[in-house]
């Protein structure tokens, strides 16, 4: 079993759509979990960033953690043209750690 | 502006030929890192660097080499490309330590094609 697991997609939405993205993973060692955005042609961004179990909120997007269950999903409300892109998940063991990056998904927002 | 940046963005090379690809980051950041992305295999970690002239494997370092004499460039050298080297690279930087605790910010890619 890989250490991240990330469905490869592609997933094609309408405009407006809930949008849940999700990995699973099997290092219970696993602290630091983050996703990144990756337009064509451009270098992964950082979307969102949790430590540990729990939710985060940044607009549009939610970020949780169920360590518990070894996943981690990302959820897109109102999903927009402009969220067409590549979504990665990466996890980390501890501060000094790498990270560990999932296969990503594009996701395809239509208008 | 704050920003990584890699050279050449795109490279067409033969068998054998030493390249060198640099990577230069403007943020004084500590945490330098090269990671390669292929179609179903996704980002993997070449190699990385916690400070100057200190730098360590990742995942798949084979046929890679690094070096890191100043804190702000991190080249990447092959010295005799192979086809399995035809790849996306991105060259990535982070201001602390470690990867896993802050941003890393990514340079554009180079698209490396070895024939």
């Known amino acids: 079993q890989k250490e991240v697991e990330q469905d490869p997609g592609p997933l094609s939405v309408p405009e407006g759509a809930i949008v849940s993205l999700n990995c699973t993973y099997s290092n219970s060692a696993f602290q630091y979990f983050m996703w990144y955005r990756q337009y064509s042609r451009k270098g992964p961004e950082l979307l969102m960033y949790?430590?540990?179990?729990g939710n985060k909120e940044d607009g549009r997007f939610t970020a949780q953690v169920d360590k518990s269950s070894k996943y981690i999903s990302l959820f897109i409300r109102d999903s927009q043209p402009s969220d067409s892109a590549t979504y990665l998940c990466?996890?980390?063991?501890?501060?000094?750690?790498?990270?560990?990056f999932g296969k990503g998904i594009t996701l395809s927002v239509r208008p | 502006e704050a920003q990584v940046t890699q050279n050449p963005r795109y490279l067409i090379t033969v068998t054998g030929k030493k390249l060198t690809v640099t990577c230069s980051q403007n943020?004084?950041?500590?945490?330098m890192s090269w990671y390669r992305q292929d179609p179903g295999l996704g980002l993997r970690q070449i190699y990385y660097s916690m400070n100057v002239e200190v730098t360590d494997k990742g995942d798949v370092p084979e046929g890679y080499k690094v070096s890191r004499k100043e804190k702000r460039n991190f080249p990447l050298i092959l010295e005799s490309p192979s086809p399995n080297q035809t790849s996306l690279y991105f060259c990535?930087?982070?201001?602390?330590?470690?990867?896993?605790?802050?941003?890393?910010?990514f340079g554009p890619g180079t698209r490396l094609t070895v024939l």
């Open positions: 949790t430590y540990s179990s």
């Open positions: 943020m004084n950041h500590e945490y």
């Open positions: 990535a930087s982070s201001p602390l330590r470690g990867a896993s605790t802050d941003t890393q910010y």
């Open positions: 990466a996890m980390g063991r501890g501060a000094n750690s790498k990270l560990t």
